[in-house]
C-alpha cells in the first residue's frame, strides 16, 4: 500500500490542493489487498469511511466484501442500516453474519429476534428457514403489531408444495403461538382437500395442528372431517380447540350412530372422547345414547363417565375459546351422507 501511494507522488500545479494519498477514498479500492493496513486508515476517519464501506460490501471481490463487513462494526452508523439491510441475507455467511450483528446493535428494537426470521422466512434457505420457525415457536411473548405479518410467511411454508412436506411441521409449530387473524381462512380449504392430504400424512397432521391452534369456528368442521382416518390425532385437536367443537361433536356423533362400519365406531369413539373433556349439559343426551349403545362397550363405558364428569364439572371448568367467525360446517365428513340413516 505504501509503495503504491509513493508512486502517486508528484509535484503540485499551480493552485491545485494538495491531497492525502492516504485518504479513504484513495486507499478503498485495496481493502481486499491489505485489510489490516487500508482498514486502520478508514477506521481512523469514520465519517468519510462510511459510504466507502457501504459501497463495498457489494464489491465482487470476496475478500473486499468481507473486510468490508467486518468495518461496518467501526464507522457504520444507524444511518446506514436501510441501506445495508439487504445484506443481512447474503449469500456468504461471513458477510451476513457481521451485517447482522451491525444491524443488533445500531437498531435493536427494529431488528430483533422477530424481525430476523422474517427475513430468514423469506429466503429460499431450507435451513435458516426451519431455524427462523424454530425461533419464533419460542418467543416469550407474540409482538400483535407483526403477529399477521408472521401468520402470512409461516401459512405460505404450510401452502407452499414444494415446501410443505419438509417444513410444515416446524411451520405448524410456530402458528401455534403466531396464528393471525384470517389463518383459519387461509388454511382451512387445504385441510379440506382429502384427496391432495390422502398420501401427505405429515402435511396434514401440519395443517391439523395449525387450525386447531386458532380456536376458530370454521377451523372445526375440517378437522373433524379426518375422525375416521386419524381419531387420536383429531380427539386431541379438537379437545385443544375447547367449548368451540362441542356442537360440531355432538352432530357428527349422532351422524354415526347408526354407522356400522369401522369408521362409524371410530367417529362416535372420537366424539365421546372430545365430548368428555369439553362437553357441558348440551351433550348430555348425545352421551347417553352412546351410553347405551351396546355396539361399542368401550365408548359406551367413557359415555357414561363423561356423563358424569360433565355433571361434576363446575361450568367455568371448561377455558373459553377464542371466537371465531360463524360458519356452518362446508361437509359432512367422508362417506357420511351415504351411510346416515
Given at each position: 500500500l505504501f509503495d503504491l501511494a509513493a508512486r502517486t507522488l508528484r509535484p503540485l500545479r499551480a493552485g491545485e490542493a494538495a491531497r492525502d494519498p492516504f485518504a479513504p477514498d484513495r486507499?478503498?479500492?485495496?481493502?481486499g489487498n491489505d485489510p489490516e493496513t487500508v482498514g486502520a486508515i478508514l477506521r481512523r476517519n469514520p465519517t468519510a469511511a462510511e459510504p466507502i464501506v457501504v459501497r463495498l460490501?457489494?464489491?465482487?471481490?470476496l475478500k473486499?466484501?468481507?473486510?468490508a463487513a467486518d468495518l461496518l462494526a467501526f464507522v457504520g452508523t444507524e444511518r446506514v442500516a436501510p441501506q445495508v439491510q439487504a445484506y443481512a441475507t447474503a449469500a456468504d455467511p461471513d458477510v451476513a453474519r457481521a451485517v447482522r450483528a451491525f444491524l443488533r446493535r445500531v437498531n435493536p428494537t427494529a431488528f430483533d429476534a422477530v424481525a430476523e426470521?422474517?427475513?430468514?422466512?423469506k429466503t429460499e434457505d431450507r435451513t435458516k428457514r426451519l431455524a427462523a420457525m424454530a425461533a419464533l415457536a419460542a418467543v416469550p411473548a407474540v409482538d400483535p403489531k407483526r403477529r399477521n405479518d408472521v401468520a402470512v410467511l409461516l401459512e405460505a411454508?404450510?401452502?407452499d408444495a414444494a415446501k410443505a412436506d419438509a417444513e410444515g411441521e416446524a411451520a405448524a409449530a410456530a402458528?401455534?403461538?403466531?396464528?393471525g387473524d384470517r389463518t383459519a381462512a387461509r388454511l382451512a380449504p387445504a385441510l379440506n382437500n382429502q384427496d391432495n392430504l390422502k398420501n401427505r400424512p405429515a402435511v396434514?397432521?401440519?395443517l391439523v395442528t395449525a387450525l386447531a391452534a386458532t380456536k376458530d369456528k370454521i377451523a372445526v368442521s375440517v378437522i373433524m372431517k379426518w375422525m375416521p382416518v386419524e381419531p387420536t390425532k383429531v380427539t386431541q385437536a379438537l379437545v385443544r380447540m375447547g367449548p368451540v367443537a362441542e356442537d360440531e361433536a355432538i352432530r357428527i356423533m349422532n351422524v354415526y350412530f347408526t354407522d356400522r362400519t369401522p369408521?362409524?365406531?371410530?367417529?362416535?369413539a372420537g366424539c365421546v372422547g372430545v365430548l368428555a373433556e369439553i362437553g357441558t349439559a348440551k351433550s348430555i343426551p348425545a352421551l347417553a345414547r352412546a351410553s347405551k349403545d351396546q355396539r361399542d362397550v368401550v365408548t359406551q363405558e367413557v359415555a357414561r363417565q363423561a356423563i358424569e364428569t360433565i355433571k361434576a364439572r363446575p361450568p367455568a371448568a371448561v377455558p373459553a375459546a377464542t371466537p371465531g367467525p360463524a360458519t356452518k360446517p362446508t361437509s359432512r365428513p367422508a362417506g357420511a351422507a351415504a351411510r346416515a340413516a
Open positions: 486507499v478503498a479500492g485495496q481493502l460490501l457489494g464489491s465482487p471481490d473486499t466484501r468481507r473486510a426470521a422474517m427475513m430468514d422466512l411454508a404450510l401452502l402458528l401455534t403461538v403466531w396464528h396434514r397432521d401440519a369408521d362409524g365406531v371410530k367417529a362416535r
